[in-house]
């Protein structure tokens, strides 16, 4: 409570302003999410970020987490990402080339992008040592890089932006795996850094590029208003020291920097750094210092330049020296303690320690403080996702709100690469529905196929150190890390985060974990639940005039949401091989709610706080019913005289019921170029999970300022079939079962 009540006191400890209309931060958009990079730590309103992915849509691990796609127009034209409303495609990546030639239709408009290997895919070990994404002139390093490079993926960070649709589809179908990460818009969003204009194939703007390609050196600020600190520190066993304690705020952290004699590197890296901010209770900072600058450990016995050639953080050998370097943006109000301390019981000296401050202006309620949050996982639990982050148990507890902006783990000290078929899966402000769910742990650390055992290192993603177990020649060698760095890709949220990986790809993997999870964070919400009803319930639908003239009777369903594995025994009606099914457990049982289907309007009011800044809908509902699309009006409830306004379009496309088509597999070998040419072989996948929550974004106009939102669903048919002649099992139709909603605000500030 303390360190609530003192962030508060420093925010309103001048001239308070009341919350006005304009009292938002701007979001950077496209190309500027890079150039305007340091203002990664300022809140999000109105933006929601999701990942979506080709994941086994039965939660197991079937053939790697490929090919499993939402529904297919023709045999070149398989869809596995579909979402409509303003929104940016900031990332994008798939094992090798494979699913090549890829669509990316924006708007309508369909767009072929290609790889070097797509057209002639055979022998690729031998014909092709660097391939590149074609046309190269819109894809150009470092924001993509090919599966030569990253160890087995392709990896595309170039914005594509889209004004009301966005589909990606596969061409080929054979071990066409993809995750993609989206950021989603309101309709109207008016504190953009520019308009957001659906993407016209013009190659990215080169000053992004040129910034990006600057990762590994020196990106922090210079110039006149710079502070910097330079001292020469020496340690004792088990001791702490003060690096730097800033009473000069406000002011933002550009430069954290250790120069260490190469003989101590290793030693060092397993002592501890805290930071804190503005005399708060806890450290926002309280990490091992090797994993804060991306790497299980700083063991180099290769002698490579760098182990993290990283964008936001680096560690780079010189032959005396290893200098690890930070670069996040740090803001901080008043105070910044920074403190080092020595674990191992050993002595250091010749270490230097540098710090570049630069004056911050913005209100500092627009911010959230710079979080590493440390967690250590010897012994899994089993069924159960290995949780980094749950911002509601950190430092006192939530609510926080902010953005989650990347990670770095170790997955085995053991060399036991297997464990890295575990998805990523994170949630956000209640949801019970992932909003991001990917393709297992080397996919989100940007490599394929465990990186073949090899170490990369990229702007945003990398395996820098470690070695599968018939590899390694010692201990350190097992122990194998990852890191992922979010910069235009980051997540995010209004009261809670939740980060997490699965261990192995059913959560049986027996390998210790450990991690740092980078966010910013300030402790208050700005998502505030102000109403929740149930459309099934005779009181909730009175109080909220509630009416769906078309609606079924309400229902009884019991199902699952998707959270992973469940299944006891193998079901003899699946695609899915008997093999799959015997290492899967009964992890997390079936929820049962009334639900109901519509094909026509709903209508209902909602309770909102009229000082709101925007407003999040969440609604659950049967998944069954495919591609569920409909148009939101609104309105205020209280003015009989106002009419309906347009908020936008709510699409949720597939249903439980998707497909898998892994073609012809000649011989069992792993790979065949007459597999990679095949024509698709759909198999009908039916989930069974049907439990589903989704969320609609409505901006601040057509809300600030309204207590009672009078809110209308429209339904739009939608005729799509699963596959060419084969209609999904269930007629698309409208689904409610409940209905949250969420204000965003900020706090009065200074």
Same mark, same amino acid.
């Given at each position: 409570?303390?360190?609530?009540?003192?962030?508060?006191?420093?925010?309103?400890?001048?001239?308070?302003?009341?919350?006005?209309?304009?009292?938002?931060?701007?979001?950077?958009?496209?190309?500027?999410?890079?150039?305007?990079?340091?203002?990664?730590?300022?809140?999000?309103?109105?933006?929601?970020?999701?990942?979506?992915?080709?994941?086994?849509?039965?939660?197991?691990?079937?053939?790697?987490?490929?090919?499993?796609?939402?529904?297919?127009?023709?045999?070149?034209?398989?869809?596995?990402?579909?979402?409509?409303?303003?929104?940016?495609?900031?990332?994008?990546?798939?094992?090798?080339?494979?699913?090549?030639?890829?669509?990316?239709?924006?708007?309508?408009?369909?767009?072929?992008?290609?790889?070097?290997?797509?057209?002639?895919?055979?022998?690729?070990?031998?014909?092709?040592?660097?391939?590149?994404?074609?046309?190269?002139?819109?894809?150009?390093?470092?924001?993509?890089?090919?599966?030569?490079?990253?160890?087995?993926?392709?990896?595309?960070?170039?914005?594509?932006?889209?004004?009301?649709?966005?589909?990606?589809?596969?061409?080929?179908?054979?071990?066409?795996?993809?995750?993609?990460?989206?950021?989603?818009?309101?309709?109207?969003?008016?504190? /953009?850094?520019?308009?957001?204009?659906?993407?016209?194939?013009?190659?990215?703007?080169?000053?992004?590029?040129?910034?990006?390609?600057?990762?590994?050196?020196?990106?922090?600020?210079?110039?006149?208003?710079?502070?910097?600190?330079?001292?020469?520190?020496?340690?004792?066993?088990? *001791?702490?020291?003060?690096?730097?304690?800033?009473?000069?705020?406000?002011?933002?952290?550009?430069?954290?920097?250790?120069?260490?004699?190469?003989?101590?590197?290793?030693?060092?890296?397993?002592?501890?750094?805290?930071?804190?901010?503005?005399?708060?209770?806890?450290?926002?900072?309280?990490?091992?210092?090797?994993?804060?600058?991306?790497?299980?450990?700083?063991?180099?016995?290769?002698?490579?330049?760098?182990?993290?050639?990283?964008?936001?953080?680096?560690?780079?050998?010189?032959?005396?020296?290893?200098?690890?370097?930070?670069?996040?943006?740090?803001?901080?109000?008043?105070?910044?303690?920074?403190?080092?301390?020595?674990?191992?019981?050993?002595?250091?000296?010749?270490?230097?320690?540098?710090?570049?401050?630069?004056?911050?202006?913005?209100?500092?309620?627009?911010?959230?403080?710079?979080?590493?949050?440390?967690?250590?996982?010897?012994?899994?639990?089993?069924?159960?996702?290995?949780?980094?982050?749950?911002?509601?148990?950190?430092?006192?507890?939530?609510?926080?709100?902010?953005?989650?902006?990347?990670?770095?783990?170790? #997955?085995?000290?053991?060399?036991? /690469?297997?464990?890295?078929?575990?998805?990523?899966?994170?949630? #956000?402000?209640?949801?019970?529905?992932?909003?991001?769910?990917?393709?297992?742990?080397?996919?989100?650390?940007?490599?394929?196929?465990?990186?073949?055992?090899?170490?990369?290192?990229?702007?945003?993603?990398?395996?820098?150190?470690?070695?599968?177990?018939?590899?390694?020649?010692?201990?350190?060698?097992?122990?194998?890390?990852?890191?992922?760095?979010?910069?235009?890709?980051?997540?995010?949220?209004?009261?809670?985060?939740?980060?997490?990986?699965?261990?192995?790809?059913?959560?049986?993997?027996?390998?210790?974990?450990?991690?740092?999870?980078?966010?910013?964070?300030?402790?208050?919400?700005?998502?505030?639940?102000?109403?929740? #009803?149930?459309?099934?319930?005779?009181?909730?639908?009175?109080?909220?005039?509630?009416?769906?003239?078309?609606?079924?009777?309400?229902?009884?369903?019991?199902?699952?949401?998707?959270?992973?594995?469940?299944?006891?025994?193998?079901?003899?009606?699946?695609?899915?091989?008997?093999?799959?099914?015997?290492?899967?457990?009964?992890?997390?049982?079936?929820?049962?709610?009334?639900?109901?289907?519509?094909?026509?309007?709903?209508?209902?009011?909602?309770?909102?706080?009229?000082?709101?800044?925007?407003?999040?809908?969440?609604?659950?509902?049967?998944? *069954?019913?495919?591609?569920?699309?409909?148009?939101?009006?609104?309105?205020? &409830?209280?003015?009989?005289?106002?009419?309906? &306004?347009?908020?936008?379009?709510?699409?949720?496309?597939?249903?439980?019921?998707?497909?898998?088509?892994?073609?012809?597999?000649?011989?069992?070998?792993?790979?065949? &170029?007459?597999?990679?040419?095949?024509?698709?072989?759909?198999?009908?996948?039916?989930?069974?999970?049907?439990?589903?929550?989704?969320?609609?974004?409505?901006?601040? *106009?057509?809300?600030?300022?309204?207590?009672? /939102?009078?809110?209308?669903?429209?339904?739009?048919?939608?005729?799509?079939?699963?596959?060419?002649?084969?209609?999904?099992?269930?007629?698309?139709?409208?689904?409610?079962?409940?209905?949250?909603?969420?204000?965003?605000?900020?706090?009065?500030?200074?």
């Amino acid at each position: 409570m303390r360190s609530i009540i003192v962030y508060f006191l420093l925010i309103i400890s001048t001239s308070v302003l009341a919350q006005k209309m304009g009292d938002m931060p701007i979001v950077p958009i496209a190309e500027d999410a890079y150039l305007k990079w340091e203002r990664l730590p300022y809140q999000r309103i109105g933006v929601r970020a999701y990942m979506r992915s080709t994941y086994d849509r039965r939660g197991d691990n079937h053939f790697s987490d490929a090919s499993h796609y939402l529904y297919q127009e023709s045999d070149t034209f398989n869809v596995s990402l579909d979402v409509k409303n303003p929104g940016i495609l900031y990332f994008k990546r798939t094992n090798f080339f494979h699913g090549s030639p890829w669509h990316y239709e924006t708007d309508g408009r369909d767009f072929i992008v290609k790889e070097t290997a797509t057209d002639d895919p055979t022998d690729i070990y031998n014909k092709y040592k660097v391939t590149k994404f074609l046309p190269q002139n819109l894809f150009p390093e470092p924001l993509t890089w090919t599966w030569a490079i990253t160890k087995g993926a392709d990896l595309m960070w170039v914005p594509i932006p889209f004004e009301n649709s966005l589909r990606i589809a596969y061409s080929r179908t054979f071990y066409g795996t993809g995750y993609y990460i989206y950021h989603a818009y309101p309709l109207g969003a008016d504190h /953009l850094s520019k308009p957001l204009k659906t993407w016209n194939h013009t190659p990215p703007d080169s000053k992004a590029v040129e910034l990006l390609k600057k990762a590994g050196t020196d990106i922090s600020p210079f110039g006149s208003s710079i502070k910097e600190m330079q001292k020469e520190v020496s340690l004792t066993p088990y *001791q702490s020291i003060t690096l730097a304690s800033v009473a000069e705020g406000p002011a933002n952290i550009r430069l954290l920097q250790f120069k260490v004699p190469v003989e101590d590197a290793l030693k060092f890296g397993k002592n501890r750094l805290t930071i804190t901010w503005d005399k708060r209770w806890y450290s926002s900072v309280d990490v091992p210092i090797d994993l804060f600058f991306g790497t299980g450990h700083l063991h180099n016995p290769e002698k490579k330049e760098y182990l993290v050639k990283g964008f936001p953080v680096n560690v780079q050998y010189t032959d005396d020296y290893v200098f690890l370097s930070c670069y996040w943006p740090m803001p901080f109000s008043e105070h910044a303690e920074i403190e080092l301390q020595e674990r191992n019981g050993s002595s250091f000296k010749d270490i230097t320690f540098r710090l570049k401050t630069v004056p911050f202006n913005d209100p500092f309620n627009h911010v959230g403080y710079f979080h590493a949050t440390y967690s250590d996982h010897p012994k899994p639990a089993l069924g159960k996702d290995v949780t980094f982050l749950d911002t509601d148990i950190v430092e006192g507890g939530g609510p926080w709100s902010g953005n989650f902006v990347g990670m770095t783990w170790t #997955f085995t000290d053991t060399g036991n /690469l297997s464990a890295l078929e575990g998805d990523p899966r994170f949630f #956000f402000d209640d949801s019970q529905t992932p909003q991001a769910w990917g393709t297992g742990s080397e996919e989100w650390g940007g490599g394929g196929n465990y990186w073949g055992g090899e170490n990369m290192t990229i702007p945003f993603a990398g395996h820098p150190v470690g070695k599968s177990a018939r590899d390694a020649t010692d201990s350190l060698d097992r122990i194998n890390s990852a890191y992922r760095f979010l910069i235009a890709d980051h997540f995010p949220f209004g009261k809670r985060a939740i980060v997490g990986l699965e261990h192995g790809g059913n959560n049986t993997a027996n390998e210790h974990y450990s991690g740092v999870t980078y966010w910013y964070g300030a402790p208050y919400a700005t998502l505030v639940l102000t109403d929740e #009803f149930s459309v099934c319930d005779p009181g909730d639908i009175a109080r909220h005039k509630y009416q769906s003239p078309t609606a079924s009777d309400p229902y009884w369903l019991t199902s699952r949401y998707e959270w992973g594995p469940h299944t006891d025994g193998p079901d003899p009606h699946s695609p899915y091989s008997q093999e799959d099914f015997q290492r899967s457990r009964q992890f997390f049982p079936p929820q049962s709610d009334s639900v109901r289907s519509m094909k026509g309007n709903s209508q209902f009011v909602l309770n909102l706080k009229s000082e709101n800044l925007g407003i999040m809908l969440r609604r659950k509902f049967d998944y *069954q019913y495919p591609n569920q699309e409909a148009k939101v009006w609104v309105k205020n &409830a209280d003015d009989p005289n106002e009419n309906w &306004a347009f908020a936008g379009t709510w699409y949720t496309s597939g249903s439980s019921t998707a497909f898998f088509s892994w073609p012809n597999w000649p011989g069992g070998k792993f790979y065949t &170029a007459e597999a990679e040419l095949a024509s698709s072989d759909p198999k009908i996948v039916n989930s069974e999970r049907r439990w589903r929550e989704e969320e609609f974004l409505i901006a601040r *106009q057509l809300t600030n300022g309204v207590s009672r /939102l009078a809110v209308k669903i429209e339904w739009i048919p939608n005729k799509k079939e699963l596959l060419p002649g084969q209609p999904f099992p269930v007629e698309s139709a409208w689904s409610e079962s409940r209905y949250w909603v969420y204000c965003y605000q900020l706090p009065e500030g200074k």
